[in-house]
């Protein structure tokens, strides 16, 4: 399992702690850092059965600067955008050998047990 990680964000800290917690065995990507490329990123959306769309931060300013908003729906230009501006990733997302998902609350974490 691998949680894709932003220290500073308090939602990916606790859902770090909340695996620490029912100590589950994990892999820290400090996807910031270490930015997920455009297959990376593709095969985390097929698991999680989304689109680029659905997991891009819309509010951030780069997103703005973008005008992602308005930005056609075409899969390979979202996942082009997301692996240039990682910062634009929904944090944190857990992905397992079979799933991906965006762990924003305890409930979402929970659900791995």
């Not at 917690?21 to 892999?27: K, P, Q």
């Not at 899969?75 to 050998?97: D, Q």
């Amino acid at each position: 399992m691998e949680i894709w990680h932003n220290p500073r964000c308090s939602k990916s800290r606790a859902a770090k702690q909340a695996l620490d917690t029912a100590g589950v065995e994990y892999v820290e990507r400090r996807y910031l850092d270490d930015a997920p490329t455009v297959a990376e990123l593709a095969a985390v959306l097929d698991k999680m059965g989304a689109e680029p769309w659905d997991i891009t931060r819309l509010g951030e300013a780069r997103a703005k600067e973008l005008g992602l908003a308005a930005l056609p729906r075409d899969r390979e230009v979202w996942l082009e955008v997301l692996a240039a501006n990682p910062v634009l990733v929904e944090r944190p997302i857990i992905v397992t050998g079979t799933t991906a998902f965006v762990a924003r609350t305890e409930e979402a974490v929970r659900s791995l047990g």
